[in-house]
């Protein structure tokens, strides 16, 4: 059977027509992108169409206008088309792919009919949408990832040379073995020519992943005292259990975190929420949702198991909990009530009610130790660490502290009450 023919548009589709409120749908691919549009009572003004990529700036500038609203659906190139509309209109939507798919299922799947879908579904207002991080949280975002995933390499590297002993029945030393007074161990082993090359090859990964990990964590300091990530991290940085990456990791997962008009907001984007279910007289909680973005819950959790070890007001809450749960469900509490004092400290600006004033100093103290950001910065770690608590409005009448064994005297506070 022919196929039926594609209505075709009553109105134009020119840059001229600024009196026309159009509704652009675009589905992204790799080498073109199919382009479709509707008016606001959902009349095609252009048939899909597809666009090569190469061509697409061209197609913007001879018919995109600052009154469109133009809808693309999240992907890997989606940020880019979103810069690259932005210099032509201000008003661009980023779909939610997974509940789009909810919204727009269907037994006929085209590129097509996505791109149709997005402009008619954008017409209507009932679009699932994203928020569009700014390029300073995407830039910070991918080394998050990229150093997860060099963790994740070398993680699977060291379990497939601790088979290898396995195998052979070999007691390996208590302490690490990977670290480089452990090579002449390695190769004294009694293996096989073929054992003999996974070893040397898996140390020689283990290596370079250390140094490209170092690498990364160096980068990601280094953004930690430039804008808008200095302004931010010393309020994250306070809290007992959270270190400078789990902090960069945290802020780079909530970018602004004024969207979030609650701190159960927060919590609900985390996936730390539990499930509900409530229906008539029925109510009932289950596991949480594990919506959200994972590496913002997985950082939590890990200063969770940190911070209970070190601050008494996290280790009594944690033992109340366990009463009554087990340790993972107790644990999972916890990084959630991190979570709300995340939002607050942040949306107010205010110091952690639960730390002292010479613990945040030496918190501070660290941070500025960290691959010398004092020192790259030009300044003293004491005077950076002044600095930092005169951000956090404390530590006014704090002349010195302790940090480990030495004794570090700040300068004078800048702070005016």
Request: charged fraction near 25%; include cysteine.
């Amino acid at each position: 059977m022919k196929p039926k023919a594609l209505k075709q548009p009553r109105k134009s589709f020119q840059k001229g027509d600024a009196d026309l409120k159009r509704y652009i749908g675009l589905d992204v691919h790799k080498n073109f992108i199919m382009i479709a549009a509707v008016d606001r009572v959902q009349e095609t003004i252009m048939a899909p169409r597809k666009v090569k990529m190469t061509q697409f700036d061209d197609w913007i500038a001879g018919h995109i206008t600052p009154e469109d609203t133009v809808t693309l659906e999240v992907s890997n190139g989606s940020w880019e088309i979103h810069d690259r509309l932005r210099q032509h209109t201000r008003n661009i939507l980023v779909a939610n792919s997974n509940k789009l798919k909810i919204i727009s299922r269907s037994s006929v799947k085209t590129d097509k009919r996505d791109a149709m879908v997005l402009a008619r579904l954008t017409s209507v207002n009932i679009l699932p949408t994203i928020w569009v991080p700014p390029a300073a949280v995407r830039e910070l975002r991918s080394l998050i990832a990229q150093r997860k995933n060099h963790i994740k390499m070398r993680t699977r590297v060291k379990n497939r040379m601790h088979g290898i002993l396995m195998r052979r029945h070999i007691q390996r030393p208590m302490k690490s073995v990977f670290s480089d007074k452990y090579i002449t161990w390695w190769q004294s082993l009694p293996l096989t020519k073929v054992e003999k090359l996974q070893v040397k090859q898996g140390l020689e990964q283990i290596q370079f992943l250390k140094h490209q990990i170092i690498e990364l964590e160096e980068c990601i300091g280094e953004m930690s005292v430039e804008s808008p990530w200095k302004e931010q991290v010393v309020y994250v940085l306070q809290i007992v259990g959270i270190g400078l990456m789990s902090a960069m990791t945290i802020l780079s997962a909530i970018g602004d975190v004024h969207r979030f008009s609650t701190a159960k907001a927060l919590v609900g984007y985390s996936g730390l929420g539990s499930r509900v279910h409530a229906s008539g007289d029925s109510y009932r909680t289950g596991k949480i949702s594990k919506t959200g973005r994972k590496e913002l819950r997985t950082a939590l959790v890990e200063c969770a198991w940190v911070a209970i070890r070190f601050s008494d007001h996290w280790r009594l809450k944690y033992e109340e909990l366990i009463k009554r749960k087990d340790p993972q469900k107790a644990i999972t509490i916890i990084a959630r009530k991190m979570l709300v004092v995340i939002w607050h400290v942040l949306t107010k600006k205010v110091k952690n009610k639960h730390i002292t004033v010479e613990t945040i100093a030496r918190k501070m103290l660290k941070w500025a130790m960290t691959y010398r950001l004092a020192t790259k910065q030009g300044g003293s770690r004491p005077a950076f660490v002044r600095r930092e608590l005169d951000r956090l409005g404390v530590g006014r009448q704090l002349k010195c502290f302790i940090y480990g064994n030495r004794h570090f005297i700040l300068p004078d506070s800048q702070f005016v009450s």
